[in-house]
């Protein structure tokens, strides 16, 4: 998936489930309106805020994640930037999967982060909406870990990879 489509996709789905508790709050004046042609742009831009709000608020737990995934392995601790380059610079189908994984994990964090304001304006029972936030943001904590330590894994096989040419002369010798 290259990176321009998947983002349009990732910020339409976060605006439409953003959508979901900002449209009963739309006067219906405004949505009879001529105006109500601007609603992709406008799901599209709600995305957009949905994933900045949802990046910061999540920030301390993904650190967290990623600290436990650290400790359970002997890593070289990267900046997440030096991280993806290095596997987009050596792999493309590695790259791909990455990818598609921060895709899934950028969807299922603004849905959690929605899952109150939803549950608040639709008036859903305190138990449902509490039971709503706590399962999506557990499915985000596992996509978040799950995604970070397969980033781990493709750097592991790049380095695995490296080490092998290094000690092999003749890998010196074709290239």
Same mark, same amino acid.
């Given at each position: 998936?290259?990176?321009? +489509? ?10 439409? #489930? ?13 949505? *009879?309106?001529?105006? *109500? ?7 599209? #831009? ?13 920030? &301390? ?25 290095n596997i987009l610079f050596h792999s493309s189908s590695? /790259? ?12 299922a964090r603004g849905t959690a982060l929605n899952v109150? +304001? ?8 305190? /138990? ?5 936030? &706590?399962?999506? *943001?557990?499915?985000?904590? /596992?996509f978040e870990y799950q995604s970070y330590n397969f980033?781990?894994?493709?750097? *592991? ?19």
């Amino acid at each position: 998936m290259s990176s321009l +489509p998947g983002l349009l996709v990732e910020y339409l789905i976060s605006g439409l #489930v953003t959508l979901l508790w900002v449209y009963p709050l739309i006067p219906e004046s405004v949505l *009879a309106s001529e105006s *109500a042609i601007l609603f992709v742009p406008l799901v599209y #831009v709600l995305g957009m805020a949905t994933d900045f709000v949802a990046y910061w608020v999540t920030l &301390l737990p993904k650190i967290g994640i990623r600290e436990l995934s650290n400790r359970r392995r002997e890593t070289v601790r990267l900046p997440t930037s030096r991280r993806k380059a290095n596997i987009l610079f050596h792999s493309s189908s590695l /790259w791909d999967e990455v990818e598609k994984r921060s895709s899934r994990d950028r969807i299922a964090r603004g849905t959690a982060l929605n899952v109150v +304001p939803i549950g608040i304006v639709l008036e859903m029972p305190t /138990w449902l909406t509490s039971g709503s936030f &706590l399962l999506f *943001a557990a499915i985000w904590a /596992w996509f978040e870990y799950q995604s970070y330590n397969f980033e781990l894994s493709a750097l *592991a096989i790049i380095d695995e990879d490296d080490e092998r040419a290094r000690s092999n002369p003749l890998s010196e010798e074709r290239g």
